[in-house]
């Protein structure tokens, strides 16, 4: 008897099914990153709008999401309207989220402490339509709740973002149960390199796609957010997919190379040492 996974019958019409899907999506738009990489690996060419999708943390301060939700701030200052995110907790940094191009005068914060106000919020924001994106923290996404949110966005176009947040351990088991986001984000911080000149270098974040349907899992070592929201890949990664070639630089005519101010151009101040040096 043949395994149906390997069906041919069954494969063609898991083919047909997602073809016809991505189609739906692409009436609707998605929101592309901006990573050929990333982009590509979606099969939407990017975020699909009006889906509920998740994210989670990793590391030693998973249990505040910084990372994650300058993740999800990024991709929703890069959307228009006003977001509204229903909050667990008190410890959200609105300058943080400025610094990434989501101002505060954009967001309407919800003080929803519980998964069982958080859920339903979110449900009735989604529905009514008219705003940029959905957020809510919530420790449990059970198969109902999340089947919920998601018709509720498709319904009215608007993205939700389902950030997970977890205070012991019982309520991380249930990130292993089942739910039906459209797709499942896993952000930790990523070792980043020593800056070239004293002070602080951007940080790097580790972007693991755990579920997209349409897409296989995948991972990206990305820099984090900048000042509108925009993720990029490292220069020094050997597979960065954008990376342009770097003009050589300038000879003098000993063949020896012309030096860079101090701010990384040239200018007046590169010809004015090389004049020195000549003379």
């Known amino acids: 008897m043949q395994h149906a996974g390997h ?12 073809s016809l899907d991505r189609s739906a999506r692409a009436k609707r738009g998605a929101l592309a990153f901006g990573i050929e990489a990333l982009d590509t690996h979606l099969p939407w060419g990017g975020l699909p709008l009006g889906t509920l999708h998740e994210f989670a943390e990793g590391g030693l301060e998973a249990e505040h ?27 959200l940094f609105a300058p943080a989220l400025a610094g990434i191009g989501l101002h505060p005068d954009r967001v309407i914060y919800v003080e929803t402490w519980k998964d069982a106000e958080v859920l339903p919020a979110m449900e009735e924001a989604l529905r009514h339509g ?18 919920r949110l998601q018709l509720a966005a498709e319904s009215s176009g608007v993205p939700a973002f389902a950030l997970r947040r977890w205070r012991n351990d019982a309520e991380r088991a249930s990130a292993s149960e089942p739910n039906a986001a459209f797709t499942r984000w896993h952000i930790a ?22 579920r997209c ?20 890949l490292p220069a020094d990664l050997p597979d ?22 101090a701010d990384g151009h040239g200018g007046p101040r590169r010809v004015a040492a090389a004049r020195r040096r000549s003379g």
């Open 130 to 147: 008219g705003l940029g994106g959905v957020v809510g923290e919530v420790a449990g996404l059970s198969l109902v709740a999340s089947r």
């Open 189 to 210: 911080p990523a070792p980043s390199p020593a800056p070239a000149v004293p002070g602080l270098s951007r940080a790097r974040w580790r972007v693991d796609l755990l």
């Open 240 to 261: 960065r997919s954008d990376r342009e070639a770097v003009p050589a630089a300038p000879r003098g005519d000993g063949g020896r190379p012309l030096p860079f101010a």
């Open 213 to 232: 349907r349409g897409a296989e899992p995948h991972s990206w070592v990305l820099e984090a957010c900048d000042a509108k929201g925009r993720l990029a």
């Open 65 to 91: 999401v910084a990372a994650a939700t300058l993740f999800i701030g990024g991709c929703l200052a890069r959307l228009k309207g006003t977001i509204l995110w229903c909050l667990r907790g008190r410890d």
């Open 7 to 18: 069906n041919p019958a069954l494969s063609d019409l898991r083919r047909r099914i997602v």
